[in-house]
């Protein structure tokens, strides 16, 4: 993650009722996977669930679980557990951001085709409003039942459909010509980024990178230790 404050800039500016804003990116990660899990929970129609039981099925510590949810003001009863409804509504609620953003995907490839056609790009938090591409054979098009510009036209499309959020998933040689277009609409504030190149953006956007090669990397360090026991 690239933020575009230093972190004293920030504290000078946080006020004691935007302590979620300063809260952990892992924390932030657990928070995510909880919600997941409770929305599975719910829809199957559970009614308690325990600290360990949560863990469990994370694969998190009983004591990380309880620790993350009394931040949030959630406090299960002793040898019951947490009622699956209200935790689920309580972290629905932390999540759910103030209004729905506007976001456009920009490199209509293989990789923003899989994304538009994945179910996590379908939420009531934020809408897919645009796509862009430099493809003749895209462009003019409507795709997922999005309608797909040239690239060029980037920043008169973010300024009139007032967004804020771009997926980056174009390949690295293209992507800070790509943001610097988005940046140029005055629009901007978030980006995350797929493609694997670091890119530059002002103080005030906030950039994401998500590199699955970099995962796999991890995630094979971890193993390499494991097999060699």
């Given at each position: 993650?690239?933020?575009?404050?230093?972190?004293?800039?920030?504290?000078?500016?946080?006020?004691?009722?935007?302590?979620?804003?300063?809260?952990?990116?892992?924390?932030v990660e657990r928070l995510v996977q909880y919600y997941r899990l409770l929305t599975q929970?719910?829809?199957?129609?559970?009614?308690?669930?325990?600290?360990?039981?949560?863990?469990?099925?994370?694969?998190?510590?009983?004591?990380?679980?309880?620790?993350?949810?009394?931040?949030?003001?959630?406090?299960?009863?002793?040898?019951?557990?947490?009622?699956?409804?209200?935790?689920?509504?309580?972290?629905?609620?932390?999540?759910?951001?103030?209004?729905?953003?506007?976001?456009?995907?920009?490199?209509?490839?293989?990789?923003?085709?899989?994304?538009?056609?994945?179910?996590?790009?379908?939420?009531?938090?934020?809408?897919?409003?645009?796509?862009?591409?430099?493809?003749?054979?895209?462009?003019?098009?409507?795709?997922?039942?999005?309608?797909?510009?040239?690239?060029?036209?980037?920043?008169?499309?973010?300024?009139?459909?007032?967004?804020?959020?771009?997926?980056?998933?174009?390949?690295?040689?293209?992507?800070?010509?790509?943001?610097?277009?988005?940046?140029?609409?005055?629009?901007?504030?978030?980006?995350?980024?797929?493609?694997?190149?670091?890119?530059?953006?002002?103080?005030?956007?906030?950039?994401?990178?998500?590199?699955?090669?970099?995962?796999?990397?991890?995630?094979?360090?971890?193993?390499?230790?494991?097999?060699?026991?």
């Amino acid at each position: 993650m690239v933020r575009g404050r230093n972190r004293k800039e920030q504290d000078k500016a946080i006020q004691p009722d935007e302590r979620l804003f300063r809260i952990a990116e892992p924390t932030v990660e657990r928070l995510v996977q909880y919600y997941r899990l409770l929305t599975q929970l719910h829809d199957e129609g559970r009614m308690v669930v325990s600290s360990q039981e949560i863990g469990d099925m994370l694969g998190l510590k009983a004591s990380q679980v309880r620790k993350d949810l009394s931040y949030f003001g959630e406090i299960g009863k002793r040898g019951v557990g947490y009622h699956v409804e209200r935790l689920y509504r309580h972290v629905s609620d932390i999540l759910s951001p103030n209004r729905v953003w506007k976001i456009a995907l920009v490199g209509v490839g293989r990789l923003g085709e899989a994304l538009l056609g994945h179910k996590a790009l379908r939420s009531e938090k934020f809408r897919i409003e645009a796509l862009f591409d430099n493809d003749p054979e895209k462009t003019g098009k409507t795709i997922y039942g999005v309608p797909c510009y040239h690239v060029d036209s980037m920043p008169g499309i973010l300024k009139e459909k007032d967004i804020e959020v771009i997926i980056l998933t174009v390949p690295p040689t293209a992507a800070q010509q790509v943001v610097d277009k988005a940046v140029s609409s005055g629009k901007l504030k978030g980006v995350l980024n797929f493609a694997t190149a670091a890119i530059a953006v002002p103080e005030d956007v906030l950039v994401y990178r998500v590199d699955i090669s970099i995962e796999l990397e991890k995630l094979l360090f971890y193993l390499k230790g494991t097999t060699s026991r």
